[in-house]
C-alpha cells in the first residue's frame, strides 16, 4: 500500500482564497483524522470520522473550516475564507479500529500558506 | 483528559541507550499509553504501544510501572537519524463509545537530539 496520500504538499493561497485539502487514506482503514501542526500550537487534533461518519468536530478553530469524508477512500478539509493565521502543515492519518489498536498511519502533508 | 508531561528536549550520544520518561498522573483504567516519532517534515510514526508493565519490538521498549503514572520508551543504542521529537499520548482506545480521541490527542513532545 501506498500508505496515507495527501494532496496537495504545497499549497501557497492568498488571504480570502478558498482552500481544499485532500486525503487518501490507507485502503481498508476505518478511521480518519485530520491534524494542524504549528510551531507554537503542536499538532492539533481537528476532526476524525469513523466509517465516513464525522464523530467530534471539537478540534475545528472556527467555522471557516469545514471536512467531509464522502466515501470510505476520500476525505477533504476546506477552509473558507483562508487567513494567514491558517498557515500551518495539515496532516490527515488513518487507522484499522480493531480491538484495541489505534495506531494511526499518517500522510506527508501539506504545508499550507496563506499570505 | 488524560494529560501528559515529557521532557522538552534531551541530547545524548551515538551508541548510548535513550530513555525517555513521560508522566500521567490521571491515566485512567482503559487508557492505553502510545509512543510516536517525528522527523522534520514528515508525519509522526508509530513506535510502541502498551498497557502495563514491559511492551518490546525490534525498535523500542516501553516500561510500565505497576500504578501506571509514567512509562519510559526505551531507545537501545541510538544513531545520529534517532534525531526527532518523541510523543507520549495517553488514552482509550475505544473512542468510538465515547471516550473522545485522547488516545490520539499530541502534546509537546520530547525533542532528541543525538551528537556523534
Known amino acids: 500500500d501506498a500508505g496515507v496520500i495527501q494532496s496537495p504538499r504545497h499549497e501557497v493561497t492568498e488571504m480570502g482564497q478558498e482552500v481544499t485539502l485532500r486525503c487518501k487514506p490507507i485502503?481498508?482503514?476505518?478511521?480518519l483524522f485530520w491534524y494542524r501542526q504549528t510551531m507554537m500550537r503542536g499538532l492539533e487534533l481537528l476532526i476524525y470520522?469513523?466509517?465516513?461518519?464525522?464523530?467530534?468536530d471539537s478540534g475545528m478553530p472556527e467555522d471557516r473550516f469545514s471536512a467531509k469524508m464522502p466515501n470510505a477512500s476520500f476525505s477533504t478539509l476546506k477552509i473558507q475564507p483562508s487567513e494567514p493565521r491558517d498557515s500551518a502543515v495539515y496532516f490527515c492519518?488513518?487507522?484499522?479500529?480493531?480491538?484495541?489498536?489505534?495506531?494511526?498511519?499518517f500522510g506527508q502533508g501539506t504545508r499550507l500558506t496563506v499570505v | 483528559l488524560a494529560k501528559t508531561t515529557q521532557p522538552i528536549s534531551m541530547d545524548s550520544y551515538e551508541g548510548q541507550e535513550v530513555n525517555i520518561t513521560c508522566s500521567h498522573n490521571?491515566?485512567?483504567?482503559?487508557?492505553?499509553i502510545t509512543w510516536y516519532q517525528q522527523f522534520p517534515s514528515q508525519g509522526p510514526r508509530f513506535i510502541i504501544q502498551?498497557?502495563?508493565t514491559k511492551v518490546t519490538n525490534e525498535v523500542a521498549s516501553l516500561f510500565i510501572p505497576a500504578d501506571r503514572k509514567s512509562s519510559t520508551l526505551s531507545l537501545p543504542r541510538v544513531s545520529l537519524s534517532d534525531t526527532a521529537v518523541y510523543y507520549c499520548?495517553?488514552?482509550?482506545?475505544?473512542?468510538?463509545?465515547?471516550?473522545?480521541?485522547?488516545?490520539?490527542?499530541f502534546g509537546k513532545g520530547t525533542h532528541l537530539i543525538i551528537q556523534p
Open positions: 490521571n491515566i485512567a483504567t482503559n487508557d492505553y
Open positions: 502498551g498497557y502495563k
Open positions: 485502503s481498508g482503514h476505518n478511521s
Open positions: 470520522f469513523n466509517n465516513n461518519v464525522p464523530i467530534d
Open positions: 492519518a488513518s487507522s484499522q479500529h480493531s480491538g484495541g489498536n489505534t495506531e494511526a498511519f
Open positions: 499520548l495517553v488514552g482509550d482506545l475505544y473512542m468510538y463509545s465515547g471516550g473522545g480521541a485522547d488516545g490520539l490527542t
